[in-house]
């Protein structure tokens, strides 16, 4: 028999519904590893309450253990809109806390439409048929937001400065490549494609991240380069999403078109995603904390389950991270996971932990 491996995992709860989601996918790891993976949970404290508690984000050398001491680390949304700094933006936040000091350059964003999750774009009567499945490779460490906290004015004028180096723009657009060659292509012909998403028509350092796409494209000559301004790529992620792959685009632009893309699949209660460097990673939903649906069973937590499994995945556990993603589309395409219109599981965030782990197959 094989030894039994040993994971360990820091879990980041976070603020509002933060908590009652990695509950749910604690209990679905728990369920899928059992018997064959020993999981080892930490708490770290972090987020706005944290702020509000402490003063500080995140815990005491809590940044230190993540990098030493953890396999892999599971995040909840973090944030509360009456925790606030000085300058009014949100205090507790933890995305520059960790992308900047793990150094996790690469943001990853499946967007993937399971079957029975009802969009607006799956009308009744059109587009029954329609598949999506693909990657958004967010810039983590750059761009606009690297501007976070150092924004400069007065009460007349305010400035934030947007910034791409040559190294971060090479690290991101090799990471978007390498990606695509491990995927099977686009739904809509089965190409494997690269998308880079900017605004060079307008701006100097969106030219400058295009021109080093084209650079880096030269070394993958099997993938297909493609190209969108940010705002035809809007209107394309809705209008004909099964043309893309893996789209690589700047920090802010991914910020933003991510929940373009989410709004098309479910929401943004259905979609993971990866925080990745050289060293560190750790794994969250792409939305935030909706404190005001906080402790009423009303969250959806099918996007941190889904983040657990690309937690697996980065951990080389891919047949227990299949498992689950399996067991996710399963209970959705049986109807056990039914979505509300305002993106809330008809059978309560409990419901759904339930749902995937009874629908999660036996292994052997």
């Known amino acids: 028999m094989a030894a039994r491996r040993h994971l360990s995992i820091g879990l980041i709860p976070g603020d509002g519904i933060g908590p009652e989601l990695v509950d749910s996918a604690v209990a679905v790891l728990k369920a899928a590893c059992a018997g064959d993976i020993e999981l080892r949970f930490t708490v770290e404290d972090g987020g706005a309450d944290t702020f509000r508690r402490t003063g500080t984000a995140l815990g005491p050398d809590a940044l230190a253990r993540i990098r030493q001491s953890y396999d892999g680390v599971l995040k909840g949304p973090v944030g509360l809109p009456e925790v606030r700094l000085p300058d009014g933006t949100e205090a507790g936040l933890l995305g520059g806390l960790l992308r900047g000091g793990l150094d996790t350059y690469a943001n990853v964003r499946p967007i993937t439409l399971l079957p029975g999750a009802v969009t607006p774009p799956r009308a009744p009567d059109t587009r029954t048929d329609m598949k999506i499945d693909y990657v958004i490779v967010r810039e983590n460490t750059e761009g606009l937001y690297l501007s976070r906290g150092r924004g400069v004015g ?7 400065q ?42 100097r350092s969106f030219a400058f991240f295009r021109d080093v796409f084209d650079e880096v494209a030269e070394e993958y000559p099997d993938i297909e380069r493609d190209y969108r301004y940010a705002d035809a790529a809007g209107h394309d992620l809705v209008a004909r999403p099964e043309h893309f ?28 995603s990866g925080n990745i460097g050289k060293t560190s990673a750790y794994f969250e939903p792409i939305h935030g904390s909706a404190p005001t649906i906080a402790g009423q069973n009303r969250a959806n937590p099918t996007s941190q389950i889904l983040a657990a499994a690309l937690l697996l995945d980065h951990l080389g556990e891919h047949a227990t991270a299949t498992r689950i993603r399996t067991a996710v589309a399963n209970a959705y395409a049986e109807g056990r996971i039914r979505l509300l219109p305002g ?19 036996p292994v052997g």
């Open 162 to 203: 947007l910034l791409m180096t040559r190294e971060g723009v090479e690290r991101i657009v090799r990471f978007a490549f390498d990606l695509a060659r491990g995927r099977h292509g686009a739904p809509a012909d089965g190409i494997s494609r690269v998308t880079c998403v900017d605004k060079s028509n307008v701006l």
């Open 154 to 160: 007065n009460d007349r004028a305010v400035a934030d």
């Open 343 to 361: 993106g809330s599981p008809e059978c309560g965030t409990d419901g759904v932990t339930r749902a995937v782990v009874d629908a999660l197959a």
């Open 245 to 272: 792959d893996v789209l690589v685009m700047e920090n802010l632009l991914g910020d933003i078109l991510s929940d373009v893309g989410a709004a098309t699949v479910g929401g943004l209660g259905m979609c993971p």
